[in-house]
């Protein structure tokens, strides 16, 4: 957690008073102390109940002088609290980062920092250049344990967001067919399924298979078939009621993903819904929403040759596919995701 900096050293370091880079490495700091800290099983110890320094050391398992060290930076960048001598984990780091908090964002920092360190790597080369290495996808295949973080990652937001995206779609009475392209885990074509029950949905992904579906979603796949394809060359299916393409345009270089906007309205039946959901650049929120959605888009970028594309850009590769679109709908469940419906024209 960020160090809870007064307003008036806050606003020396704006000023350029104070090296305001010191910020980040101490950062970088304590995004390395959480993980050797979750990796000893320090906060989900704590989480029972507060200890001293040796009483944690004896239960972790740790050396006491190296534990003190490791326990000074996470006070001070406010992941734990001494009281009376007693070490506990604070509401933040009980809310975010023990094995019984809501979501465990220690994954998901840990995924990151691993991303960070092992793919930014020639990033004022590739600025230089244009030319971004990409290769994420062929990457994380190498990396099991990632790989299964960053699916149950989708996988969780999913989740969290099913039942509001499938009530902000119209779907045509009586639709028979969904398609979800890069729908990895399934969950949003499954959402759509049991909302609507004549429907039947087809995934085709390049890196998630039925079985690891259902290892993800601990279910098995119901209506729901899928294909192990890429996207941008796989033979798609036809006369589809609605097809969708929910988070996958910003993990393709422009070219790309108006091909594959292009190929996505190419399965629908006339009058049938291209329905796309994107993290969008051009957001309100606040500075950390703001800064991680500018970090994201580097990322993806380089990672990917990909990125955040604006609203106007996606909704003129729409139409350039032949498709009306709505209006963009910005989700409650997270203000940083909006979803856009198309409706393919009459054939004729
Ligand atoms: C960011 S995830 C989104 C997953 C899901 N649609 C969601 O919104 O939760 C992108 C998905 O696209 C898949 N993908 C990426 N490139 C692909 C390609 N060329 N062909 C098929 N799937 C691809 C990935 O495996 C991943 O499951």
Redesign the pocket.
């Known amino acids: 957690m960020p160090v809870d900096l007064s307003p008036h050293e806050a606003a020396a370091f704006r000023r350029g008073e104070a090296p305001a880079p010191m910020l980040d490495l101490i950062g970088l700091m304590a995004c390395h102390a959480v993980r050797a800290a979750r990796s000893l099983g320090l906060f989900d110890v704590l989480a029972a109940g507060p200890l001293t320094s040796d009483e944690l050391a004896a239960a972790v398992g740790a050396d006491p002088g190296g534990l003190g060290e490791l326990l000074g930076l996470l006070r001070a960048t406010g992941y734990v609290e001494r009281h009376d001598g007693r070490y506990a984990n604070t509401a933040a780091t009980a809310a975010w980062l023990c094995s019984a908090s809501p979501v465990d964002y220690g994954r998901i920092l840990g995924l990151w920092q691993t991303i960070v360190e092992e793919q930014w790597g020639g990033l004022a080369d590739a600025v230089r250049s244009g030319t971004p290495p990409g290769g994420f ?1 062929t990457w ?1 295949a190498t990396r099991p344990d990632l790989s299964s973080a ?2 149950d990652l ?2 969780g ?2 989740e969290w967001l099913a039942e509001e995206v499938v009530s902000l779609v119209p779907l045509p009475e009586g639709g028979k067919s969904l398609l ?6 399934g ?2 074509a499954e959402a759509f399924c049991r909302a609507h029950p004549g429907l039947s949905g087809t995934v ?5 298979t039925e079985r690891s579906a259902e290892r993800l979603t601990g279910r098995p796949a119901g209506r729901l078939t899928w294909r192990a ?6 033979d798609l299916p036809g006369e589809q009621d609605v097809t ?5 345009l ?3 270089a422009a070219p790309d993903a108006v091909a594959l906007v292009a190929r996505a309205a190419g399965t629908l039946r006339a009058g049938g819904l291209l329905v796309v ?1 994107e993290s969008l650049p051009e957001r309100g929120g606040n500075p950390a929403d703001l800064a991680f959605a500018a970090g994201f888009s580097l990322n993806l970028w380089h990672t ?1 040759a990909g990125g955040l594309y604006p609203a106007e850009t996606i909704r003129g590769w729409l139409e350039a596919a032949g498709c009306a679109a709505g209006p963009w709908q910005e989700l409650t469940r997270s203000p940083g995701h909006a979803l856009v419906t198309a409706t393919a024209p009459p054939r004729g």
């Open positions: 996808y994380l960053f699916h989708q996988r937001m999913a979800d392209l890069g729908g990895g885990h969950l949003y085709i992904d390049s890196a998630v394809a890429d996207v941008l060359t796989a969708v393409l929910f988070n996958v910003h993990g393709f959901m990917q």
